[in-house]
């Protein structure tokens, strides 16, 4: 039940959130250059002390797997500086090595602590331990988020000690045995804590990300989210910027009160949210005014159309008909614009034409050719 509640809460995880993770694990080199320098401190000593081969081979390993560690989280950061860019199916790959680093470490240092209390030099035994206790405390600060590593790592660290202890059934020995299985319970309960703590963080962040984004009364997206989605999607192909305003729209809200020019904008957002694709973008820009952001822009003027024909249809606001139109410009990227101000500037520009109009729609590349003298839809100039 509980690795089922962590593994759902790393799931709630964005791409975004996760990468964050991933790079804060790489995000300092301390306790990795630590470890190595305690480890090989202690090893020495003891190694000088007992004569022990085999504390020495492991002082080796240990430093040895430190050194590989360092590579590569300098590998992960030159990595980061060619591309901020990661896909998660990179980044899990990065977190395995990662993690695989520490498990090794881990062991290396629990097999070390459990070599000390076979020695049974008590002031090496106390310094091995405590290079655990203190690996084992920064597996808690740092990989509370990966709770299932977290704990591959105090087992590791904990289990060889423990069962050398165990198998010397003095008093002594089994208390510190107790002890060490103690510690792996609370460190373990502090993961799930700070586990538990992170995630619920984590999402009242996003939805408060969220809410920062969206138009309160209509639920739409508010005029920020432009400055954020609109360039990534021109970087993704041709799309067209359609941006409207609200025929008659003051004169029903004088006439029929706020209440109902409320539910007005509700039902305009309504009808925009229906004719507008999955991956369009719908926004408010403030008061009557919106704007409809369109990938396949190969058919804007036949979207441009249909925003005239639905916004411009009677409302039903309580048994009280309302008729709106609706003014329309339209600037398609990249012939009328390839950055963000450009598109919003000539579709503001084509809105404004329409407007004079008195509704109905007006495209931008029609203003060019207008501007040119040349003639318009079978207009003169």
């Known amino acids: 039940m509980l690795f089922n509640r962590m593994e759902s809460g790393r799931a709630s995880i964005s791409d975004t959130v996760y990468l964050e993770v991933i790079t804060g694990l790489h995000g300092t080199t301390m306790p990795n250059i630590l470890a190595a320098a305690c480890l090989a401190m202690v090893g020495a000593i003891t190694t000088y002390e007992t004569g022990d081969m085999v504390t020495a081979g492991l002082t080796v390993a240990g430093v040895a797997i430190a050194i590989v560690r360092l590579c590569e989280i300098f590998a992960f950061r030159r990595r980061i500086a060619r591309s901020p860019q990661l896909g998660r199916a990179e980044a899990v790959r990065w977190e395995r090595w990662y993690i695989a680093g520490t498990v090794a470490t881990a062991l290396v240092l629990g ?104 138009d309160p009364m209509t639920g739409l997206a508010n005029r920020s989210v432009l400055a954020t989605d609109l360039p990534p999607m021109l970087a993704a192909g041709m799309v067209a910027v359609h941006a409207l305003d609200l025929d008659r729209f003051k004169e029903a809200n004088d006439r029929f009160g706020h209440p109902v020019g409320d539910a007005l904008l509700k039902q305009v957002a309504g009808r925009l949210k229906a004719i507008a694709a999955a991956d369009d973008l719908v926004v408010r820009m403030g008061g009557d005014e919106f704007v409809l952001v369109q990938r396949a822009a190969g058919d804007a003027d036949a979207m441009a159309q249909r925003i005239v ?30 950055t963000a101000e450009a598109l919003l500037s000539r579709s503001d520009r084509a809105l404004y034409r329409a407007k004079e109009k008195r509704g109905g729609y007006v495209l931008a590349r029609d203003l060019r050719v207008r501007d040119s003298g040349q003639p318009v839809n079978g207009l003169a100039a």
């Open 111 to 214: 097999v070390f602590a459990a070599r000390s209390i076979m020695l049974g030099d008590a002031l090496c035994s106390v310094m091995a331990i405590g290079i655990g206790f203190g690996f084992g405390a920064g597996v808690v600060a740092r990989l509370a988020l990966r709770p299932v590593a977290a704990l591959l790592d105090l087992v590791a660290i904990a289990a060889p000690a423990a069962i050398v202890t165990f198998m010397q059934p003095d008093l002594r020995h089994v208390g510190l045995g107790l002890l060490i299985l103690m510690y792996v319970v609370a460190s373990f309960e502090m993961v799930r804590l700070s586990f538990n703590a992170s995630i619920s963080q984590i999402t009242l962040k996003r939805q408060f990300e969220q809410l920062a984004r969206l």
């Open 309 to 338: 024909q639905s916004i411009g249809a009677p409302y039903d606001i309580d048994g009280q008909i309302v008729e709106l139109g609706v003014s329309v410009g339209v600037a398609v990227a990249p012939d009328d614009g390839r």
